[in-house]
């Protein structure tokens, strides 16, 4: 379809053949001589455009008979040297041969050798009239060969003379024919063309005349307008010439350009069509594999460039290019779901660099960013490798030679050469490479190559320090190919790439930071080095840690791991930790016994989360498993016997399994429990062990033992630190529960996570129910359970996803008096003096509470663009996420306002089961939602330590037979629970228009706390009480009260008979309940909230923003200074003692107590003041334990310590 659309929108064949004959021929009227008309025609064979999806390059090809010779002649030598224009030219002849246009050329190979050490080469391009195709063998040996022979005994002496060469001793042919076959073949299709072709070309005397004048290729060029030209190329081979299919309609020069017969020593390649002449595409299948349904696949995309602008918008053009095509060939049914994608391109024009050390910094820049913005498609299109080839010249001449025309370019540290180079200049050949093959995804390394001069081969190639070296530049799939392949089976990342993953989501977030930056007009901070952005190191089992078993001390390859749970010991250089911080990650190998949890993956998963939580680092789990792991004694599977009790007879069943006396002395002591030899001379087996190598693994309860201690193990490091996990594949069993355990989840689209896979659910249930694991523990089901936090499609946007949580999360998350630094966006990127401009209406029940938090414009109350729901799926009567005020991490919970809906799925293994949902109103407290408050509380506090807004809004709990069922009162009970605990500030705010009614109150007092980290406030316009007023004035003022107040204030009952004074009462009572409404609704104003003291303060809307942020930076940094002083006396102080020592600091420093700014200013801006009040604090706690000490101990004690003193 693509082809047909690019097809349809080019002009018309005649149009184009035109347009190129004109642009021929005013490149030539210009030239004033013969050098003059070289150097024009060779600018215009390499300009970019006439490689584009027009193929103005094949267009050439009709104009070599064109009837103005001038024109044909131009033609011929713009196609040649477009065709050689990564080789270097030496000399380009076209003349004419009996009215015929004929092109000689000389060239060498490009180098990094010395020019004069590569051999001469010569290449020739002819017409040939011959219509009968099983001919033109004759037409070669009669005529062509030999005109082309005698040319280069004619003509090599004196190029040898000027260029030099670099004689051949094997043997090898080193020149080229071209051969044009005049005359339009349509009607014969590509096999019957090469068939006749191949059928005239390997007479005997025919192959000897190729090989006499030295021909190594012979390139069939079939004219066929107004089709583009048909391409066939004969090698000469020992078994005479013959077509290698994969050059069939490909210019003459590709192959080598693209390195392709590097491709054909370890893969059977497919061609795919392609639009883009310049693009080529191959299916490569592993060849030799011994099993062919598991072989190993690559698609191959390999693309050449003429482009010189790829640092300005080309790089990004040719990549989505090149990424297009392979999203596309992988829809091809040939291609594996497991095969991985190879990316290459060859860069044709030199490019102008000081050393390869330049080259090596633009490529990680350009690429390491391309990777970043497309790592989803890249993921999904399963990329695995990207190279680059390209030129350099390094020496000041090729400055020079560039700054003469083109002035602006030549003070740029990398640049492509807008114009040919001299043949002379010294060029260096690099590849630059992102390769996911040493384990990281798409590592970005920079290699110098070594060239074969003859073979024009590539050697090998070596980093820039000349190491690491590379020989096989296309190496069949190695063992982590193959893990690798594997992963993707299960729906998965290999685990060692998610390294490169996460590398690569830190610089799309410091690119995303930038971006925002920019938009503010703010100051733009430098981004670490690619390399430096993340930096792990691998945690082993070290035997001589005694402290936690594990180490980073060693070092493995990657993939040759004996266990299969993963972990290392990462520094992340994010926009909000830009100096570095640590975070353990830990992941299952789902390639080793599908990532299953033996005892020696329990022991390892157990020590590393250990080493995290006591060091109080951050602990990620990536999970994709299979659970426990299952097995038997296989050993002794070839061992038992079985006494049956009819031999003849199986199916009559059999006494017990034994093993012989001479068996038993010949397996390992303690692997069976059996009984003494009985009369039959067996040993009755009781009961099967195991021991020693038999089950190294674990087969059984040792498994589920290990599977207990690293549950408990995880639910411990929840409160010791921060953990998060994401299921990247399926989880099952214990895994499952770890990622529970650790309480914050992101779930991938196919990442279900289940207790039992849904076949053996459907075996114990006699029929087939479920149809996949999706309907167990997928998104589906565990969004709307609670358990998954945040759902992402892919790994890239789970690592995104996983590093903008710890984005919210203090580099040492339980140290309580750990300051949080704020997320490196500045003030003045959204100004925290701004109005909240985007207000709750009067009528609550169609506004999303969201455009409140955070409209995405920078009219609500949080940093633009910075707050992310969390378990949006549940509970969805109140709104929980994380968010930033003034660049301050906060947790968040709001209420939803509007009507939503729970949805309770039908179960279907219970065939009279049905789907329920359930309304729930605004406002309310449901079950769900009274857990979710108390969940995100608990998270908030436990490892994130984030200070918390809650915006009340709430009528009060739902206390129907249902929800009272569904345990509302306990789940109240937790939001108690969570805040009694909670140490960091809570501000609980009533936004305009908001309510906050009984127990709803109760369950979110300040006084819960009994450290007063809660504080209470309310906007003018919002209410708070225990009944909303309709409902108290039902109760306190009613009807007969109301009818007293009309008649003390009517003018006209007085004056009434009974009766009309009883009609006046009735007329008038609405008037009056509405009055009594007000009355109450009086009762429930922010100023009497004020004045009982149950609220701080009144605090509009509209600056409750700036209010709030500097409310929350002085607690933060009083409640630092706190919990530093109770530290220093070893919690033996009260909160209340620790404040008053700093409400005594701030006095002696002059600061009003109630200044909010003045205070944390000054203790940002007076940090060496703040660490000597802490010093003081320190030592006042040593003498204070000494004086007890001295107070409890006798005499005796007393002189013995002084004697010591």
């Excluded at 939803?896 to 809906?901: A, G, K, L, Q, S």
Aim: glycine share 6%.
């Amino acid at each position: 379809a693509s082809i047909a659309r690019l097809e349809s929108s080019i002009p018309d064949f005649s149009v184009r053949v035109n347009s190129l004959r004109s642009d021929l021929k005013a490149t030539i009227a210009k030239a004033k001589d013969e050098e003059a008309r070289s150097a024009a025609l060779q600018a215009f064979a390499t300009r970019p455009e006439l490689g584009s999806y027009q193929r103005g390059v094949d267009m050439l090809v009709y104009l070599f008979d064109d009837d103005e010779k001038s024109v044909a002649r131009a033609a011929a030598e713009a196609y040649v040297r477009r065709m050689y224009s990564a080789h270097d030219m030496l000399h380009v002849d076209v003349g004419e041969n009996s009215g015929v246009i004929e092109a000689r050329w000389w060239y060498k190979y490009r180098s990094t050798a010395p020019k004069t050490n590569a051999p001469l080469r010569f290449g020739k391009l002819v017409l040939c009239d011959e219509q009968d195709l099983e001919k033109v063998g004759n037409t070669l040996s009669s005529s062509i060969l030999p005109a082309y022979e005698q040319d280069v005994k004619d003509q090599k002496p004196a190029y040898i003379d000027m260029f030099g060469d670099m004689p051949v001793t094997d043997g090898t042919p080193l020149n080229t024919l071209h051969v044009l076959l005049k005359g339009a073949r349509l009607e014969v299709d590509d096999e019957t063309f090469s068939a006749a072709l191949d059928k005239s070309l390997n007479p005997t005397k025919i192959v000897d005349a190729v090989s006499k004048a030295g021909v190594r290729s012979v390139n069939f060029i079939a004219n066929e307008p107004p089709l583009y030209p048909r391409a066939f190329t004969f090698e000469a081979t020992k078994d005479g010439l013959k077509e290698d299919p994969l050059r069939r309609n490909m210019r003459p020069t590709f192959y080598h350009l693209l390195e392709l017969e590097s491709l054909t020593d370890n893969y059977n390649l497919t061609p795919l069509p392609t639009v883009n002449r310049d693009l080529r595409i191959y299916i490569g299948d592993e060849k030799d594999a011994p099993n062919p349904r598991f072989a190993s696949q690559r698609v191959f995309v390999r693309r050449l460039t003429h482009s010189t602008d790829l640092a300005g918008g080309g790089a990004e053009r040719l990549f989505d290019k090149a990424l297009d095509a392979l999203e596309s060939a992988q829809l091809d049914a040939r291609v594996k779901e497991t095969s991985s994608g190879s990316l290459y391109l060859t860069v044709i024009p030199p490019v102008i660099a000081d050393d390869a050390k330049a080259i090596d910094a633009a490529f990680k820049k350009t690429v390491g960013d391309l990777i970043a913005s497309r790592a989803s498609r890249l993921l999904a299109a399963r990329v695995d490798e990207i190279q680059v080839r390209l030129y350099i010249a390094t020496d000041s001449s090729a400055r020079d030679t560039i700054k003469t025309d083109y002035p602006d370019w030549a003070d740029l540290d990398v640049f492509i050469s807008p114009a040919p180079l001299p043949p002379q200049t010294s060029l260096q050949q690099v590849r630059c490479v992102a390769s996911s093959a040493g384990g990281p995804w798409l590592a970005l390394k920079t290699y110098i190559e070594e060239i074969d001069p003859i073979a024009a081969k590539t050697k090998g190639y070596c980093n820039l320090d000349g190491e690491d070296c590379v020989v096989d530049p296309e190496p069949s799939a190695d063992k982590v190919s193959k893990k690798r392949a594997a992963a993707r089976r299960v729906g998965t990342t290999y685990a060692y790439d998610f390294i490169g993953l996460l590398a690569t989501a830190t610089l799309a977030s410091w690119q995303q930071r930038v971006a925002e930056l920019e938009a503010a007009g703010a100051e733009i901070p430098e981004i670490p080095d690619v390399a430096d952005l993340l930096v792990a190191k691998e945690i082993l089992f070290d035997e001589e840690d005694d402290e936690f078993g594990v180490s980073t001390k060693n070092e493995r390859e990657v993939g040759t791991n004996d266990v299969g749970m993963l972990a290392w010991d990462c520094i992340f250089k994010t926009p909000e930790y830009s100096q570095g911080r640590r975070v353990v990650l830990i992941a299952n190998d789902v390639t080793y016994q599908s990532g299953s949890f033996g005892v020696k993956e329990d022991d390892f998963f157990a020590k590393v989360s250990n080493f995290a939580a006591v060091n109080k680092i951050p602990r990620v789990y990536l999970s994709s498993n299979s659970g426990a792991r299952i097995g038997l004694v296989d050993a002794l599977k070839s061992e038992i016997g079985v006494q049956w009790i009819d031999e003849k007879n199986p199916n009559a069943g059999f006494e017990y399994l034994y093993l012989t006396p001479e068996q038993l002395e010949t397996l390992p002591q303690g692997c069976v429990e059996v009984n003494d030899v009985n009369d039959k001379g067996h040993h009755e087996i009781t009961a099967i062990i195991g021991a020693g190598d038999q089950v190294s693994d674990g087969i059984g309860v040792e498994n589920l033992r290990g599977s207990g201690t690293i549950a408990g193990v995880t639910s411990r490091a929840y409160r010791e630190t921060f953990t998060l996990s994401y299921v990247t594949g399926r989880s099952v069993g214990i895994g499952a529960y770890l990622v529970r355990l650790g309480q914050r989840v992101i779930q991938m689209k196919k990442g279900p996570m289940i207790l039992t896979g849904y076949q053996a659910l459907n075996k114990l249930l006699g029929k087939s129910v479920y149809t996949s694991q999706d309907q167990l523990g997928g998104p589906q089901i565990m969004v709307p359970n609670g358990v998954t936090h945040k759902v992402v499609e892919d790994d890239f946007e789970g690592v995104r996803a996983i590093l903008h949580w710890l984005s919210f999360v203090p580099d040492a998350p339980n140290k309580k008096s750990t300051y949080i630094q704020p997320a490196l966006l500045p003030p003045h990127a959204d100004p925290i003096d701004r109005p909240v401009t985007n207000k709750p209406p009067a009528v609550l029940s169609d506004y999303d509470v969201r455009q409140m938090l955070d409209d995405k414009i920078g009219g609500g109350f949080f940093d633009k663009g910075s707050f992310v729901e969390s378990l949006a799926g549940w509970g969805k009567t109140v709104v929980t996420g994380r968010a930033r005020l003034g660049g301050i991490p906060f947790g968040v919970i709001a209420v939803e306002t509007r009507t939503v809906e729970a949805v309770i799925p039908a179960d279907p293994a219970n065939a009279a089961s049905r789907e329920s949902i359930l309304p729930q109103a605004g406002g309310v407290w449901y079950p769900d939602s009274a857990a979710k408050t108390a969940q995100a509380l608990e998270d908030f506090n436990n490892g994130e330590h984030l200070p918390v807004m809650i915006f009340a809004n709430w009528r009060g709990f739902s206390g129907g037979t249902r929800d009272m069922y569904h345990e509302v009162l306990k789940f109240g009970a937790r939001i108690v629970d969570a805040l009694t605990v909670y140490s960091r500030p809570v501000f609980v705010y009533l936004p305009p228009n908001a309510e906050l009614r009984g127990g709803a109150w109760v369950v979110i007092d300040p006084t819960i706390n009994p450290n007063g980290m809660m504080e209470m406030y309310a906007d003018p316009l919002s209410r708070g009480g225990i009944l909303e007023p309709p409902g108290i004035v039902e109760v306190k003022f009613r009807d007969n009260e109301r009818k007293n107040l009309a008649r003390r204030l009517d003018p006209e009952i007085p004056g009434l008979d009974h009766d009309a004074a009883d009609q006046r009462l009735h007329t008038i009572a609405p008037a009056y309940l509405q009055v009594a409404t007000e009355f109450a609704d009086l009762h429930d104003r922010a100023g009497r909230m004020k004045a009982k003291g149950v609220i701080r303060e009144i605090v509009s809307w509209e600056d409750s923003r700036k209010y709030f942020y500097w409310r929350a930076k002085r607690r933060l940094a009083i409640d630092a200074l706190v919990f530093s002083i109770i530290e220093a006396y070893s919690d033996s102080m009260s909160f209340a003692q620790a404040l008053d020592i700093v409400q005594s600091f701030c006095a002696e420093n002059e600061l009003d107590w109630n200044d909010d700014k003045a205070i944390a200013e000054y203790i940002e801006a007076n940090q060496d003041q703040a660490s000597h009040l802490i010093a003081r604090a320190k030592k006042r706690a040593i003498l204070d334990e000494f004086k007890q000490l001295v107070d409890q101990a006798d005499a005796d004690i007393i002189a013995q310590a002084k004697a010591m003193l």
